[in-house]
């Protein structure tokens, strides 16, 4: 067996359930470049593409995305396979039954969607550690950065042209993304406009962030390949994070990377992207960091917050950073302990609400369990634990506002990104 770095040990991992080998980790051995960066950028650009190929007349439903998106899954699974372990699979199959018993049983109104959510953590977390190099980890973000950045002035100098190679609010249409109620508003409202209905600020909203864009780009939020503005943001901010992460190994190329990936949170009004980006320079800048304990609390004072929003509405519901969580505060205030333990549907919408969803298909105490096995996983470095306290963060503020941090756009190179960061190889590069 390969030598460990110093301070890995096996006692150091005794109790970390989350999808990590506890015995016989293979230091030595990582993977060819070409595999990192095929799955990593399928799950940016697997949308646009089959986007693109709807808008030029093939047939791409719902069943056609599910496909492509289980081959990335499966690529991933097969090149971090020997990063899976029995504990792993062992939670995999549990969770399964639960989730498939609790909707034949008990709560039919369950998404069974959510066992995808579940399990892209355990895929692309494994499929890190199987990389485990983070030199590669940075190849790969600075590829996927300049493919968005190139995606992002394309569409900004070149509208019209954009929305000819992608019908957005067709493609989402079709694959069960809108309703037909909000397809057909938004045709009357402006028959020209393909993009997703989240791709415009309204005149009284304007710009958050970036405001000075407003004379290039007007109220229009890119969504560079992604589709839709929020996970373009979101990306960005992940990459942003990542790459002060690994600031002092790289030096002035991540500077470079780092302003491309700021420029695409501005064209896409990425507030809480914005977030993660001065949650990064203060983490890493003050050498903060948070133990398992603190992090495992993050989203219960989150969702203290929101309930407070909620019982006293502080504000208005609207599209605005404060409305949207006052709408998740609300939703959450109206809740049942059924309703908090997925054994009946959420007798409110779940629009904008991240936990709301999350827990109306996954139930509290199983959440917690998984959240669980991501705050605890042994001893880590200071390097190590700042990067999972700036995924805690970003996540827990997602969330707040919405789902879509769970979408593989967005959530692949995250949990990818830990497995890398908590990979033994990381005290060897």
């Given amino acids: 067996m390969a030598a460990r770095p110093p301070g890995a040990d096996m006692s150091d991992r005794a109790g970390t359930v989350f999808p ?3 015995s016989d980790v293979r230091v030595d051995e990582g ?9 990593i950028c399928s799950t940016i650009l697997l949308n646009f593409v089959l986007c693109m190929l709807r808008t030029r007349g093939l047939p791409v439903g719902a069943n056609a995305v599910a496909a492509c998106e289980v081959a990335t899954y499966a690529m991933a699974l097969y090149w971090a396979r020997r990063e899976i372990t029995l504990g792993a699979v062992g939670v995999a199959i ?3 039954l639960y989730v498939l018993s609790l909707r034949t049983l008990v709560n039919p109104g369950l998404d069974p969607k959510i066992l995808r959510d579940v399990a892209i953590p355990f895929i692309f977390v494994a499929f890190g550690r199987a990389c485990g190099n983070p030199e590669q980890a940075d190849r790969v973000v600075y590829w996927a950065v300049g493919i968005v950045t190139a995606g992002a002035l394309f569409e900004v100098y070149f509208p019209e042209s954009y929305s000819k190679l992608v019908d957005i609010l067709t493609f989402y249409y079709e694959r069960g993304g809108l309703s037909g109620v909000s397809f057909e508003q938004v045709v009357r409202a402006d028959p020209g406009n393909t993009l997703y209905t989240g791709g415009t600020r309204t005149v009284d909203e304007g710009r958050t962030v970036g405001s000075y864009l407003g004379d290039l780009i007007g109220n229009h939020r ?26 002092s190994s790289k030096g002035i190329i991540n500077v470079v990377f780092m302003f491309l990936a700021t ?13 993660t980006c001065l949650a990064a320079l203060v983490i890493y800048l ?3 960091s948070l133990n398992g304990i603190a992090l495992f609390c993050l989203p ?11 019982a006293y509405s502080f504000g208005t519901i609207d599209n605005g950073l404060f409305g949207r969580l006052l709408m998740s505060g609300t939703v959450l205030h109206s809740w049942s302990i059924e309703e908090w333990l997925a054994l009946k549907p959420s007798a409110m919408g779940l629009v904008d609400c991240g936990y709301g969803w999350l827990l109306s298909n996954l139930g509290l105490i199983p959440t917690a369990a998984l959240w669980s096995l991501f705050c605890f996983q042994g001893r880590l470095t200071l390097k190590q634990r700042q990067w999972l306290t700036l995924m805690a963060l970003y996540f827990v503020l997602s969330l707040s506002v919405g789902p879509a941090s769970l979408s593989v756009k967005t959530a692949g190179l995250a949990w990818f990104l ?11 590069a």
């Fill in 20 to 22: 990590i080998p506890l």
């Fill in 300 to 310: 219960f004072v989150a969702l203290g917050l929101l309930l407070l929003d909620g």
């Fill in 263 to 275: 420029l695409d949170i501005l064209l896409a009004d990425g507030r809480l992207a914005s977030m």
């Fill in 94 to 96: 549990g969770m399964a």
């Fill in 31 to 39: 993977l060819p470049a070409w595999t990192v960066h095929a799955v």
């Fill in 418 to 428: 830990c497995g890398v960061a908590t990979s033994p190889r990381w005290n060897a």
């Fill in 286 to 288: 003050l050498g903060m």
């Fill in 222 to 247: 890119v969504s560079s390949v992604f589709l839709e503005p929020v996970s373009s943001a979101a990306f960005s901010g992940i990459a942003f994070g990542w790459m002060v992460h690994r600031f």
